[in-house]
């Protein structure tokens, strides 16, 4: 029990956040599942994450993994999730691929590196992922013009 004439101190590391991130981020890119909880696959093309930084950063990725519905789908740990776009052929595939781990990177650093084939689908997926960060893309001829959101 503390004595009355105790007092506490506190300690703050200003870098603890960003090295909890790279270190998701290192698992992640690790291969197999390190850690990985859920695997995303496009059209073959395996991409592992952690449920919860999905969450943290995407409001329909929280309300998805909230809902406990995927898991109880899911036998398998790490889960797996399809992502099927309509329209998409095994020609784009790879675009779409491509796409969605732009924006998984960007979930974990909140670097976005695209090209101009992938630039239309990573808009898509800001939209519908619920990305504030990514408000809107735009490609007005050569100059690529990101407008940052709230």
């Known amino acids: 029990m503390a004595d009355d004439d105790e007092r506490d101190t506190s300690f703050f590391d200003r870098r603890h956040g960003d090295v909890v991130i790279d270190a998701l981020r290192a698992q992640r890119h690790a291969g197999g599942t390190s850690f990985c909880d859920v695997i995303l696959n496009v059209r073959g093309r395996t991409i592992g994450v952690h449920a919860a930084v999905l969450a943290a950063v995407s409001p329909y990725f929280a309300e998805f993994f909230g809902s406990d519905l995927p898991r109880a789908y899911s036998e398998r740990c790490p889960q797996m999730i399809d992502i099927v ?9 790879a675009v779409l691929a491509d796409a969605v ?39 007005n001829e050569d100059c690529w013009v990101f407008t940052v959101g709230k």
């Open 101 to 139: 781990e732009a924006v998984v990177e960007f979930m974990y650093s909140g670097y976005l590196r695209v090209n101009q084939s992938t630039l239309a689908r990573v808009a898509e997926m800001g939209e519908f992922l619920s990305l504030c960060q990514l408000v809107s893309i735009n490609l």
């Open 85 to 93: 776009v309509d329209g998409v052929d095994a020609a784009n595939a």
